[in-house]
Structures are given as C-alpha cells and as structure tokens.
C-alpha cells in the first residue's frame, strides 16, 4: 500500500540553526500538505502545495519556513533560524482531492 | 475564526459498549469531513470520510447534519484496540481540494477492559 514517508524520524537542532525536513509524497497525489503538532496540542496547518507552489498557508508559516518540491519526488520543509517553540512533530500529507494522507512525522527538537 | 470544536474526554469506556462522540463546526461553506484516528504520538490515520446521508463501516457510523453543522461518529461494540485519540476534521475551504484541513482537539477515547 502506497505510504507517505518523512525523513528523519527525529532531529535535534540548535536554537537559531537551519533544518530541513524531507516528505516523499503518495506518487499520483496533487496537493501536499505541511502540519504540525505541539506535544499535547492540536495538529494545526502550516501550508498546502499544489502544481508547483503554495496555495495556502496558515498565519504560524511566517518568513521563517519555506517550501520546496526539489525534484518529481521529494517534498521539503526548511526552517531558517529555528526557536525554542518549534520543537513539535511535523506531518506531511499527501491527498489525491480531499482525503489527506499522512506521513509518520518528525519530531523536531530544539534546544 | 474557522473552528472546529470537540469534547476532548477522556471518555472512559467499558469494553464491549457503545460510544458516541460530537463535534461542531463554524463554517457552514465546509465541503469535506472526516474522522481520523491519532495513537500517542502517532501520524493522524484516516478512519472514515462522513457523507451527508450517514455512512457506516463495520462497527463505526458517522452522521452529518449541515443544519446545526456537527458531525457524529458512533463506535459499537468498542474493543481495546479502539482507544485512541479521534480527530474531527472538516475541509473549510471553499473549493474543498487544496485548501487546508482544519482540526478539532480530538476527543482521547479509553476502553476498559
């Protein structure tokens, strides 16, 4: 069965430092989501990417993230000086129209 | 504010009962819903789409009434494997592809045996 898969698993970073997070999206899905979820708190959306460029982006993804679609496959999340309060785990999604399909996230710790 | 409202429980439940959780929504223009299941600290896994005339799978039935605008999910028969976190999750956007999904709090589900 077809699966969304993020790397790493788990990162530890530096307050300020740059990090990456990579999702191989469901190959003949259209729109890609991020999310993230704060231990304890809700999974809240970060952005929606369709036909090459963001369609939708919530008010937490400020100047700080950015999203890319490298190449056909790979679907990443970049946050450029990360904080204290960014620790959380990040969900990618993938959904062919409606029905999102979720990646087992990354567990983003910054110290 | 688009918002998604659910009773976060815990509801303690014995095995072998019946549950039943609610949740509202703010936008009347929502397109899409849908109930996901969260394990601790697992991915949200889809658990059923909810159609406007009710759908049921196996032991799981959702109801949506667009007029008071929430959405139902009824667990029969509940097993221990059913605890859980479920999230209801509502499309708001008003072309219902690309927009973003927005979450309830989920509402934390213990099955007892």
């Known amino acids: 069965e077809p699966e969304v898969t993020q790397t790493p698993s788990h990162q530890v970073t530096q307050m300020g430092q740059e990090v990456i997070l990579r999702c191989v999206p469901i190959?003949?899905?259209?729109?890609f989501y991020w999310y993230r979820q704060i231990l304890g708190q809700k999974v809240e959306f970060l952005v929606s990417f369709y036909n090459n460029e963001i369609s939708e982006k919530s008010e937490i993804f400020d100047d700080q993230f950015s999203v890319e679609r490298p190449d056909g496959s790979n679907f990443t999340l970049k946050i450029r000086s990360t904080k204290l309060e960014d620790s959380a785990m990040y969900f990618c999604?993938?959904?062919?129209?409606?029905?999102?399909?979720f990646g087992q996230g990354t567990r983003l710790t910054v110290v | 504010r688009k918002e998604v409202e659910q009773d976060p429980g815990p509801f303690n439940v014995p095995e072998g009962a019946t549950v039943a959780f609610n949740c509202t929504y703010s936008?009347?223009?929502?397109?899409?819903f849908f109930w996901y299941r969260q394990d601790c600290r697992k991915e949200p896994k889809l658990l059923m789409s909810?159609?406007?005339s009710g759908n049921e799978d196996g032991r799981f039935t959702a109801q949506l009434n667009r007029a008071s605008q929430y959405i139902s999910l009824l667990i029969r028969d509940s097993k221990l494997s059913d605890s859980a976190t479920y999230l209801c999750v509502v499309n708001m956007g008003s072309g219902g592809g690309a927009d973003g999904l927005t979450f309830g709090k989920g509402t934390h589900l213990i099955i007892q045996p």
């Open positions: 190959s003949n899905h259209l729109y």
């Open positions: 936008n009347s223009a929502s397109q899409s």
């Open positions: 999604a993938s959904t062919p129209f409606t029905e999102a399909f």
């Open positions: 909810v159609y406007s």
